[in-house]
Each structure stands twice: as structure tokens, then as C-alpha cells.
């Protein structure tokens, strides 16, 4: 539970202990924020109260009060008496007021929920070994901690359509459904995209879409991470794993400079998914659906897995010295990446400097932004290039500049780290009348003019931080090994850059670290292990008047990022 600095506190009681929450707090997060489960199914911190499933019915009271005088009513031992409600109420209708009592646990909130599973439980199907969302049902856990134990039920089920298509991404099995509405809710207000209903009535009551539309938006997977039972599935997901068996990784989404929170699930060096993970200053809980099959970029043919010299394999070593050999002798130029990690476009620039400190450029890269996870800036880490000096300006999606020194002789060497040149509008006469070094994890026209190749390792494969669109710095960590005998870029960079001025840099993430918060001032006394679970601000008031991109993306508006990184 969020706090703002210099916010008042009130005192509640939860079963008799005194908690001290802020004014209007949800009682389902203030129980949850003091080690209170309150089971519940339709509530979902982020979408609006709906109160219809009942499973978070709690007794409730307030101090008395005399209605003649106003003056509060006092027990024997001269504390407040409590008034309570004649029946219980639900919780997640419920906001914290000053000495409010509720009690979680006793006899009549027990029969509550004990009623309340076995309603839920009457027409639901026993099939929990078949059902993909085993392992992460709600229901599943709910009745076995709150439920009665056996079923009285001896009639026949309600029997609801399976396997029902609601979009190209969403399946339902809607007689597993519980009718919380949440993906109602979601679909209306977060997307805004009103698409999803419920029909006929009582036992029968079914989740449909409107006659005509379907689940399509680019949001649609958020429905399946918040269904509590096993209703919605994903159609990409389905059927393919069960999620015991998933190692969560926490990453960051390089869809774009958004920076959405995400978990990526993986199983003997195989990504099976990517769901969000929540962050309340960045994506709430939600993601894209066009994020979540970022990581099938890892299954493309065109994967560059071999160190080469003119074409022949070689050590990653014999690379990296002669990467190093080449860029001493050349006139260099360098071309990063906003899709690498910040310590990789620290290393790239200290190897700049070390080569006479040549041009740098970075591919920019945009595209429609949709005012909720998507910004126009394509580039998960342009920021990045600015903090660690790689860059000075602005990228474009055109490398004309660059184009129009090859031709007048003032380049001769190109280093280029994960993009391809003839995408960023360069020719095929261009490229070879340079000498390159490439490094990328993608086979292109760039790799194929190379004179040294070095593969390089997707976000899913490494370890290290972007900075996203509101300067807020965030870290990522390995989900799955890269290709055999592939060195993280890191690795080769250091390698390289030991080659050409012999610092002895070691190769190890912590190390480089030392060296950014030696070198750069809104990185000073930072580590890469002290990053908070949800990003840290930094400063970014030496590029406040570069004319950024700006969205209307969730969370972000650029004077309060501006304000809140110290600028």
C-alpha cells in the first residue's frame, strides 16, 4: 500500500488489533498491507468496485455516538462501543474511516464464505487436473482454505458453452466462469473499449461479447491474467505448460520507452510466457498483448550464433582483439542501440573515447503511441544513451549523417552494436566501401558486410538496466541462457575495451557499475543490486530542453518526471 509523504493516518481495528492506514484506504489492501488475507474474487485494486461476488464479507462496526448529544457512547471500561452492523458487509465496498472495527475471522464470516464457495461451486465443473489455470486458481485455493470440505449438491450441473473464441487471443471456457466482471470492467474502463457483457440470467448468466465485436484490442491478454478461476485462457499459452513449472524472471517489455513491469515464464531454457508484473508508477498491472510475443524473436532462423573473422568462426577472443585492431587503425564511428542496456552503452562509449572519442548516432524508431503502454518512442533505453554520454542529441531514424561522411572519406570504420545500416538508410555501396564490426543477435544485411561478427544476447538472455521515458532507471534479469560458447555483450565490450587502452576492466556487472557511478553524476554511490523492485528516479535536468517524443502513456507526464528525478 502507497503512501504520499506528509499523508495524514487514521487508526482502524482489524480483528481487535489498532493498524494505522491512510484516510479512504480499500479495507481489502488495508488488511492485505498489515498481513490480512481477505479472500475476494470480483475486487481488483485497479478496477472499479463491483461488490458482486461476496466472498469478502466481513462483520463491520463503528463507535457509537448519542443521537441527541453526539457525544460518543462508552463501554464499561470507559472505551468507545462499538456499533456493528445487524449483517455482514463486503469489504471491498468498505473504506477505512477513523476507529473502524472489522473482523475477518469469526464464526459468522466463516458461514459467510463457507455459503459463498458452495454457491460458487454448485455448477462449477470438477476438472482442476485439466484446467490451465491450475496452480494459480483463486478458486482452487479459496476452497480449500474457506470452503466447506464437501459438496451437498446432488442435482444436475448447469452445463455452459466450452472453448469459446472471444478475439483471436482469448478462449473461453464459460462454465468455469464465476461472473466477477472483472474483464468487463477492464475492457470499459482501461481500454475503453466496451466489447464484453453478461447475458440471461441466474444459473445461466453468460459472458459474451456484443453482437458484432470481439475481444481484439491490443489488451485483451489482461482479461486472462485477471480472471481468478479458469475462464479466459490465452490461446498462445494454452495447454502448453503448467505454471508449477515455470521459473518467473523479472524484465522490462522493449516494446517501447514505456518500460512495462514484466515476468517472463521459463522451463529448461524455453520461454512459455510474459505476463505483466506490477508497478503502480509505470503499468499498474497490465501490459500489451503484442509485448507478451516479444520473446518469439528468440525463435527466428536468422540467429547469429558465431564469432567470425572475414566470415571464418573464431574465439571470442580473437574477436574482440580484432575488433580492437581495427578500431585503433581506423577513423571510427559508432553506431549503438536503444534496444541495448545501459551498461552496454556505457562500455560502447568508454571504447568511443578510447578510439578518439569518433561520432556516435543511435537508430531512432517510432510509431503510433495509444495513450495507455505504448509510447511513440519505439527505443526502450534512448534515455539510457543519453546518461551515459554515448549520444549528445536526439536519434533519427535515418543515419544521413553518417551516410554523408562515408561518402566524403571521413569514416572508415563502423562499429555497430545490435541495429541493422542498410534499415537505417545507408546502400550496399556504403557498406562496403567501410570495414565493420558488428555485434547483434539478429543475422542481417549489416552482419553479412562484417569484418568481425560478434553475436550478441536478446533482453531475455541478459542482465542490466533501461531507463525509461520518465528517467526512472530499471533493472532486468537473465530468464534463459543464450546459444552455447555466446558471450553477454558485456563480456565482449570489456574485452575489447581492455584491448584498446589495457584498463583491465573485469567483466563482471558490478564492476562496470563501479565505473558508471565513478563517471556519472545522476548514477553517483549507485549499485546494480541496490536499484529498487519498481525503478528509481534519476536526474534528468541536463536534457530537459531536448525535444523528446512525448505521449500520453499511463503514469507519465514529462514537468512531474521532470520534478520528481530532482530537475
Given at each position: 500500500m502507497s503512501q504520499k509523504t506528509g499523508e495524514k493516518l487514521i487508526s482502524v481495528f482489524i480483528d481487535d488489533e489498532e493498524v494505522r492506514v491512510p484516510p479512504g484506504t480499500n479495507m481489502i489492501e488495508a488488511a492485505a498491507s498489515f498481513g490480512k488475507e481477505i479472500?475476494?474474487?470480483?475486487?481488483?485494486?485497479?478496477?472499479?468496485?463491483?461488490?458482486?461476488?461476496?466472498?469478502?464479507?466481513?462483520?463491520?462496526?463503528?463507535?457509537?455516538?448519542?443521537?441527541?448529544?453526539?457525544?460518543?457512547?462508552?463501554?464499561?471500561?470507559?472505551?468507545?462501543?462499538?456499533?456493528?452492523?445487524?449483517?455482514?458487509?463486503?469489504?471491498?465496498g468498505t473504506n477505512a474511516a477513523p476507529g473502524m472495527h472489522i473482523k475477518t475471522e469469526s464464526d459468522v464470516v466463516?458461514?459467510?464464505?463457507?455459503?459463498?464457495?458452495?454457491?460458487?461451486?454448485?455448477?462449477?465443473?470438477?476438472?482442476?487436473?485439466?484446467?490451465?489455470?491450475?496452480?494459480?486458481?483463486?478458486?482452487?485455493?479459496?476452497?480449500?482454505?474457506?470452503?466447506?470440505?464437501?459438496?451437498?449438491?446432488?442435482?444436475?450441473?448447469?452445463?455452459?458453452?466450452?472453448?469459446?473464441?472471444?478475439?483471436?487471443?482469448?478462449?473461453?471456457?464459460?462454465?468455469?466462469?464465476?461472473?466477477?466482471?472483472?474483464?468487463i470492467r477492464f475492457c470499459?474502463?482501461?481500454?475503453?473499449?466496451?466489447?464484453?457483457?453478461?447475458?440471461?440470467?441466474?444459473?445461466?448468466?453468460?459472458?459474451?461479447?456484443?453482437?458484432?465485436?470481439?475481444?481484439?484490442?491490443?489488451?485483451?491478454?489482461?482479461?486472462?491474467?485477471?480472471?481468478?478461476?479458469?475462464?479466459?485462457?490465452?490461446?498462445?499459452?494454452?495447454f502448453k505448460m503448467r505454471v508449477w513449472f515455470l521459473s518467473e524472471t523479472p524484465s522490462i517489455c522493449t516494446e517501447s520507452s514505456v518500460g512495462v513491469n514484466t515476468l517472463?515464464?521459463?522451463?529448461?531454457?524455453?520461454?512459455?510466457?510474459?505476463?505483466?508484473?506490477?508497478?503502480?508508477?509505470?503499468?499498474?498491472?497490465?501490459?500489451?498483448?503484442?509485448?507478451?510475443?516479444?520473446?518469439?524473436?528468440?525463435?527466428?532462423?536468422?540467429?547469429?550464433?558465431?564469432?567470425?573473422?572475414?566470415?571464418?568462426?573464431?574465439?571470442?577472443?580473437?574477436?574482440?582483439?580484432?575488433?580492437?585492431?581495427?578500431?585503433?587503425?581506423?577513423?571510427?564511428?559508432?553506431?549503438?542501440?536503444?534496444?541495448?542496456?545501459?551498461?552496454?552503452?556505457?562500455l560502447l562509449q568508454k571504447i568511443r573515447r578510447a578510439c578518439g572519442n569518433g561520432p556516435a548516432w543511435l537508430v531512432g524508431r517510432t510509431g503510433a503511441e495509444d495513450e495507455l503502454l505504448i509510447s511513440a518512442d519505439r527505443n526502450p533505453n534512448l534515455r539510457g544513451a543519453l546518461v551515459s554520454g554515448l549520444i549528445d542529441r536526439l536519434p533519427q531514424a535515418r543515419l544521413t549523417e553518417l551516410s554523408e561522411q562515408i561518402d566524403a572519406d571521413a569514416?572508415?570504420?563502423?562499429?555497430?552494436?545490435?541495429?541493422?545500416?542498410?534499415?537505417?538508410?545507408?546502400?550496399?555501396?556504403?557498406?562496403?566501401?567501410?570495414?565493420?564490426v558488428y555485434c547483434g543477435y539478429r543475422d542481417n544485411a549489416t552482419a553479412a558486410h562484417a569484418k568481425v561478427g560478434i553475436p550478441g544476447l536478446s533482453v531475455f538472455e541478459n542482465r542490466g538496466c533501461f531507463i525509461n521515458q520518465q528517467f526512472r532507471l530499471q533493472s532486468f534479469l537473465a530468464a534463459v541462457p543464450g546459444p552455447e560458447g555466446v558471450l553477454p555483450d558485456v563480456a565482449l565490450l570489456v574485452r575489447i575495451l581492455n584491448e584498446l587502452d589495457g584498463e583491465g576492466v573485469r567483466p563482471r556487472i558490478e564492476s562496470i557499475w563501479q565505473l558508471m557511478s565513478d563517471e556519472i553524476e545522476s548514477l553517483k554511490w549507485m549499485t546494480f543490486a541496490g536499484i529498487p523492485e519498481g525503478g528509481q528516479l534519476i536526474s534528468c535536468e541536463a536534457f530537459k530542453d531536448l525535444p523528446f517524443i512525448e505521449g500520453k502513456s499511463l503514469h507519465y507526464d514529462p514537468e512531474e518526471a521532470l520534478a520528481a528525478a530532482g530537475g
Open positions: 479472500p475476494h474474487y470480483c475486487y481488483h485494486p485497479k478496477l472499479t468496485v463491483a461488490g458482486n461476488c461476496r466472498m469478502c464479507l466481513v462483520e463491520l462496526g463503528m463507535p457509537g455516538r448519542d443521537r441527541a448529544t453526539g457525544e460518543p457512547l462508552l463501554d464499561e471500561g470507559g472505551n468507545p462501543k462499538i456499533m456493528w452492523m445487524p449483517g455482514p458487509a463486503i469489504a471491498c466463516k458461514k459467510c464464505r463457507n455459503g459463498v464457495m458452495e454457491f460458487l461451486l454448485i455448477n462449477h465443473p470438477l476438472d482442476c487436473p485439466i484446467c490451465d489455470q491450475a496452480g494459480e486458481c483463486h478458486l482452487q485455493e479459496y476452497a480449500t482454505d474457506y470452503g466447506r470440505g464437501y459438496s451437498r449438491f446432488i442435482e444436475e450441473k448447469v452445463v455452459k458453452p466450452k472453448r469459446t473464441r472471444l478475439g483471436p487471443r482469448v478462449m473461453l471456457d464459460d462454465e468455469r466462469c464465476i461472473l466477477c466482471s472483472r474483464c470499459n474502463e482501461i481500454v475503453e473499449d466496451e466489447v464484453l457483457g453478461f447475458i440471461d440470467r441466474g444459473s445461466h448468466s453468460t459472458l459474451t461479447c456484443f453482437p458484432g465485436r470481439q475481444l481484439e484490442n491490443n489488451y485483451s491478454l489482461n482479461t486472462v491474467d485477471i480472471c481468478p478461476v479458469g475462464a479466459l485462457t490465452s490461446m498462445d499459452f494454452r517472463v515464464g521459463s522451463r529448461e531454457g524455453k520461454i512459455y510466457r510474459i505476463t505483466p508484473r506490477r508497478n503502480d508508477e509505470v503499468n499498474d498491472t497490465w501490459m500489451s498483448d503484442s509485448g507478451r510475443l516479444l520473446y518469439r524473436e528468440l525463435e527466428k532462423a536468422d540467429r547469429l550464433t558465431q564469432y567470425s573473422i572475414d566470415g571464418k568462426a573464431t574465439l571470442p577472443d580473437g574477436a574482440a582483439k580484432e575488433a580492437a585492431d581495427i578500431m585503433r587503425k581506423g577513423k571510427c564511428a559508432f553506431v549503438g542501440s536503444g534496444r541495448s542496456s545501459l551498461e552496454e552503452q556505457f569514416v572508415d570504420t563502423i562499429v555497430v552494436w545490435g541495429e541493422d545500416l542498410l534499415e537505417a538508410g545507408l546502400t550496399e555501396e556504403q557498406l562496403e566501401k567501410v570495414t565493420i
